[in-house]
């Protein structure tokens, strides 16, 4: 069945540095990505979204880049901030499956 | 602002005692969606609507059922909770196809 996987759990970052959060699927006819942010005690919520005719797809301090050769896509972060602390979870397509999920500490 | 609510945010109940979760949506959406999330895992899908029909997924246990009595609500019950079923759940709705999910902030049950 599809997968969608991530390849670290844990990630820590200094406050203003740049975060870079990896996830790799399985399903090569998946054709839509998305990024969630769950923060402690709340469920998750959208970050930002890329369709498969896309390699790049930028928003507001987060860039989605898709890799359809290797089926990977990563969610950079840039200028992280604590209040970007968080799991991040990637899903694909149907979005029924999620990865595992990278927690992301930001130390100050 | 449109949004998912999940009432209540804590459950308790007995062990084999029967316990619904709710869900409303204002949002109009097609889709709604339950999920389980276990600490420290990522969200498992248990069942969804698409409109009215219907979609177990093939692992749900047969303690799960869902009711949708209409587009802004949907119910989760639990016909004899377990031990194992202490988690977090979560209530999503998306338009439907390649649309992302908008999720409440979950029912966090507990088991005595």
């Known amino acids: 069945g599809e997968s969608v996987g991530l390849h670290l759990p844990t990630l820590s970052v200094q406050e203003g540095d740049n975060s870079i959060i990896n996830c790799a699927y399985s399903?090569?006819?998946?054709?839509?990505f998305i990024w969630y942010k769950q923060e402690s005690g709340k469920g998750p919520q959208f970050i930002i979204d890329?369709?498969?005719?896309?390699d790049k797809r930028q928003g507001q301090r987060v860039t989605v880049l898709l890799n359809k050769t290797v089926k990977h896509l990563s969610l950079q972060i840039a200028a992280t901030q604590p209040g970007d602390s968080a799991v991040y979870f990637c899903a694909e397509s149907n979005q029924f499956y999620f990865g595992t999920g990278t927690s992301l500490t930001v130390i100050p | 602002d449109a949004m998912v609510i999940q009432n209540p945010r804590y459950q308790v109940t007995q062990f084999g005692k029967p316990v619904t979760l709710s869900c409303s949506q204002t949002?109009?959406?097609?889709?709604m969606y339950w999920y389980q999330q276990k600490s420290s895992q990522a969200p498992k899908l248990l069942f969804h609507y698409y409109d009215k029909d219907f979609n177990n997924e093939a692992d749900t246990p047969d303690n799960f059922q869902s009711r949708r009595p209409n587009t802004s609500f949907c119910f989760l019950d639990i016909r004899s909770p377990g031990l194992g079923d202490a988690a977090m759940y979560l209530c999503?709705?998306?338009?439907?196809?390649?649309?992302?999910?908008?999720f409440g902030d979950g029912t966090r049950l507990s088991i005595l």
């Open positions: 890329i369709r498969s005719n896309m």
């Open positions: 399903n090569s006819a998946s054709d839509y």
């Open positions: 949002l109009n959406h097609n889709v």
């Open positions: 999503a709705t998306s338009k439907g196809g390649n649309q992302p999910q908008h």
